[in-house]
């Protein structure tokens, strides 16, 4: 269940940066374009939010069943000073929680604004900084914060 889960929260990040990148390009170009907000751009928001929202719900899966977010807890006072068990059990839980607010907020705001241009622009913003989180705290082969597999393989 753990390996497995562990899998599809790898795998779903790229899926999240995939979209959100689209809605990025898209919302770049619309804007130097002065394109209209159709329901393609509707969907596409409501999509890579509710992807966004999937890698939340794992993520809170993976934070119950982890055994170094157990680790973590049971071991707080010597596992704050280890850089892995804390970046798991604290750093990237917390960035990646604000990231996906951000995310939510943006995408909220962009459905409320009364012109495509600021749809676009809102769009453009939020998630320009949700994406830059996003970047920051992803376990990344090269962070020297601490390193994971570009892909898992189960
Ligand atoms: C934008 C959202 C997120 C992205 C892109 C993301 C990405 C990742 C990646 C790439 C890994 C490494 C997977 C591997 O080892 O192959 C990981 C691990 C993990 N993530 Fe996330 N994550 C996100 C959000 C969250 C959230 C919100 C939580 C908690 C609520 C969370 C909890 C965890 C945990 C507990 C682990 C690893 C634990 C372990 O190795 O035992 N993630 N995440």
């Known amino acids: 269940m753990y390996l497995h889960l562990l899998a599809l929260h790898s795998s779903t ?8 990148i689209i809605v990025l390009m898209r919302s770049f170009w619309a804007l130097r374009r002065k394109s209209k907000y159709t329901l393609a751009d509707e ?3 409501a999509i890579t939010t509710s992807v ?12 119950i069943i982890s055994p170094i977010v157990r680790y973590f807890w049971q071991n707080f006072k010597q596992a704050v000073h280890m850089r892995e068990i804390r970046f798991f059990g604290m750093e990237h839980i917390f960035m ?5 607010i951000i995310l939510t907020i943006g995408s909220a705001k962009a459905k409320g604004q009364l012109t495509d241009k600021l749809k676009f622009k809102t769009q453009l913003v939020w998630f320009s900084i949700g994406l830059i989180i996003i ?3 992803i376990p990344w082969a090269f962070s020297p914060l601490t390193h994971r597999p ?3 393989h189960l």
């Open 13 to 20: 990040r790229w899926l999240l940066l995939l979209f959100v």
């Open 150 to 152: 570009w892909f898992r």
């Open 52 to 63: 966004v929202h999937i890698q939340l719900l794992l993520g809170v899966l993976l934070y």
């Open 96 to 100: 990646m929680l604000l990231a996906i």
């Open 135 to 137: 970047f920051s705290s």
């Open 43 to 45: 969907r596409l928001r």
